[in-house]
């Protein structure tokens, strides 16, 4: 049974009984509570104060959607069926269309789900599942990220030694050490998680599960949670983006001392399509980051849609900027359209 804590809670947010959050409400007080320590089910509000227009959001949401795993799957079939893409820079790419891929099935079905089925409803480890999911891709995503500027560092600078560089071998163990990277420090969020006992809260004003969403629901001090969120956050994230600062300024001052304008201006276009990703990826995240930090003035309706933004973007940006910044990428992916008509 939900406690009267929770339900004058909910009450006091929403003070206008609009019939959407009056379903909640009722979906809540039927919602088993086997334990104070973790409840056994959570459910996610969707967006706060637009319940009434879910059924409208989703629309571009899902068309979004629709184009992510359009663009990105014609990428990954592209590239793993063209031996003459199989070089890095194409590597890193279909390594990048997979991530984005996981990276917006992680949330996007559940929250179609939520606005147009209203099915607010996910388990206790479902949630942490999720959660874990979400984190640890995006963790990967900007790992990814990093390993691309290194290649184009090397295809810049170290241009002879490129492909004993980055050979097959050398790609598989730094896509591995991505991955690997993202779930050693997104695992402890699951522990820290697993310590806080929630007293029945378990109505998450959001769409997706995600770390400070659910440690805010808990009846304890959430420091810990609140310490290392922070810390990988500046640390993983923040890092990668440093690296990559300094990459690309060895990367131009390379450029620069190149004698003839013709070789800059090649050199520039091979690390364009790179640039409008990162500016496509951290740009979003940071602000969503910081928005949810400080910013304290700003409707939690905003601050949910820029949070499904930063995770839904970049994957369908990604494949267009490549495919008009990259020939070889942009040639074959009219070639593959035209082909399917």
């Not at 896509?175 to 993202?182: F, K, P, Q």
Request: charge should be positive.
């Amino acid at each position: 049974m939900v406690s009267i804590v929770t339900f004058f809670h909910f009450l006091t947010t929403f003070r206008k009984r609009k019939p959407s959050v009056l379903c909640i409400i009722m979906l809540s007080a039927s919602v088993p509570n086997d334990t104070a320590f973790h409840p056994s089910t959570f459910i996610l509000l969707g967006i706060p104060g637009m319940q009434d227009q879910h059924v409208w959001v989703a629309i571009p949401f899902c068309s979004m959607y629709i184009l992510a795993l359009v663009g990105n799957g014609a990428i990954l079939y592209i590239i793993m069926t063209d031996r003459a893409l199989h070089e890095p820079m194409y590597l890193f790419l279909c390594l990048l269309s997979f991530t984005d891929l996981v990276l917006c099935s992680t949330t996007l079905p559940k929250m179609l789900t939520i606005f147009w089925l209203r099915s607010h409803i996910i388990s206790y480890h479902g949630c942490l599942t999720q959660m874990f999911f979400v984190h640890a891709v995006f963790s990967t995503e900007s790992a990814v990220l990093l390993a691309m500027a290194f290649d184009r560092y090397v295809a810049v600078c170290r241009p002879l030694h490129y492909t004993s560089i980055l050979n097959a071998m050398m790609i598989g163990k730094i896509g591995l050490a991505c991955v690997v990277r993202g779930l050693i420090f997104v695992f402890p969020f699951v522990i820290l998680i697993e310590r806080l006992p929630f007293c029945g809260h378990h109505i998450i004003p959001h769409t997706y599960c995600e770390h400070m969403g659910i440690a805010k629901l808990a009846c304890t001090s959430i420091k810990p949670n609140t310490i290392y969120g922070l810390t990988v956050a500046l640390s993983v994230t923040g890092m990668d983006v440093v690296l990559i600062a300094t990459s690309y300024s060895l990367i131009l001052q390379a450029v620069l001392r190149l004698p003839s304008k013709d070789a800059q201006f090649r050199a520039f276009s091979t690390c364009g399509a790179h640039i409008c990703v990162i500016l496509v990826f951290y740009i979003p995240a940071f602000f969503s980051f910081f928005v949810h930090r400080f910013g304290h003035q700003v409707p939690p309706r905003v601050h949910i849609i820029l949070a499904n933004l930063y995770l839904l973007v970049p994957p369908v940006l990604n494949p267009l900027v490549y495919g008009i910044n990259t020939k070889q990428i942009r040639l074959r992916m009219v070639s593959f359209f035209v082909r399917r008509r």
